[in-house]
């Protein structure tokens, strides 16, 4: 029992503050080489090993306890010699002190498995908040904290393996770009909150749009770019008219939302760059064929927002260009 006792404390002493043999390091779990299943490991073997120098305890004091009590009946073994009887003394002597000796033992053990469980647990706790914080920042580098979308990074990285994957299996593969119409004319009439609450609406109107294969993504500003795999271009129409007519609510203003929007399709040999910039050049061929209608579905002063946005509502749609 002392010999395992000892080999446990050799096996996670390498772990501890250099300053403490009890005290476990408080850096990252990278630094002492432990993740958070290898520490449950050790808590787990660290109870086990509690339950059995219990056991092991409960055992030897009551051999100990029963060689004490046959040892103070000398009736039981029939000699007369009184050298006998003193080496009888000194042996029971010797064993109570052994018991007492025991019982201190188990005590220093169980205050050592308890002090050791105590800080696997706190590391345990700390590893679990830090990996809590670690998925909290991976899902900040991933999403868009204003709409909730993916940002350029994700859908970039998407659009290169499912482009390579098109190419691959000869599937169809489409991007959409989209751009809102005169947005900073939104935000000079009825203020960037007002902005903010466009820009989540046409994100929520365009998630709920896509099937759920497909990837909608804001790249920046007010442009927004959407991946649809195994969709051709002639498809595209019709996710477009799902978008159609837009207008979303603000301090007791509706306020219409135009967009334009370009697609074109995967050409096989061509880098996912070469890829973007032609739906881009689509799209920006589109606002500028429909920048003045855009312009003129908003209000030029905030004095005239209110009627304004109400005949805007009937302004007819922004037209689309596509890649022949």
Not at 100 to 113: D, E, H, K, R, W
Not at 146 to 155: D, H, I, K, S
């Amino acid at each position: 029992m002392v010999m395992r006792s000892s080999d446990f404390a050799k096996q996670i002493r390498p772990h501890m503050k250099p300053s403490s043999t009890t005290l476990l390091s408080t850096k990252p779990a990278a630094s002492t080489g432990l993740g958070l299943p290898e520490m449950q490991a050790q808590l787990q073997r660290l109870e086990d090993r509690d339950w059995w120098l219990w056991s092991m305890a409960v055992i030897v004091m009551l051999l100990l306890t029963f060689a004490v009590f046959a040892m103070s009946f000398p009736g039981f073994i029939k000699v007369d010699d009184p050298f006998f009887y003193a080496s009888m003394n000194r042996a029971v002597r010797g064993l109570v002190g052994l018991v007492l000796i025991f019982n201190a033992y188990t005590i220093y053990q169980q205050i050592t498995v308890k002090r050791l469980r105590r800080e696997f647990s706190r590391k345990i706790e700390e590893m679990r908040t830090l990996q809590v914080r670690a998925e909290e920042l991976e899902r900040l580098a991933q999403v868009d904290s204003l709409t909730g979308l993916v940002n350029r990074r994700v859908a970039e990285e998407r659009l290169k393996s499912e482009a390579a994957r098109s190419e691959r299996h000869g599937h169809p593969l489409t991007v959409v770009s989209f751009d809102l119409d005169n947005f900073k004319l939104i935000n000079d009439t009825y203020g960037h909150l007002s902005g903010d609450q466009v820009l989540k609406h046409f994100a929520r109107r365009l998630e709920t749009a896509v099937r759920k294969s497909d990837i909608a993504a804001r790249m920046g500003g007010d442009e927004f770019l959407v991946l649809l795999p195994e969709c051709t271009t002639a498809q595209v129409s019709t996710l477009v008219a799902r978008l159609r007519p837009m207008e979303t609510e603000c301090g007791g203003v509706k306020i219409p939302i135009c967009f334009s929007a370009g697609w074109v399709g995967y050409e096989n040999g061509e880098t996912t760059e070469q890829f973007l910039e032609r739906a881009d050049r689509i799209l920006y061929a589109e606002k500028r064929a429909a920048k003045k209608r855009a312009e003129e579905s908003l209000p030029s002063r905030k004095d005239d927002r209110a009627p304004i946005a109400a005949t805007s509502a009937t302004a007819p749609p922004a037209s689309v260009l596509v890649a022949k």
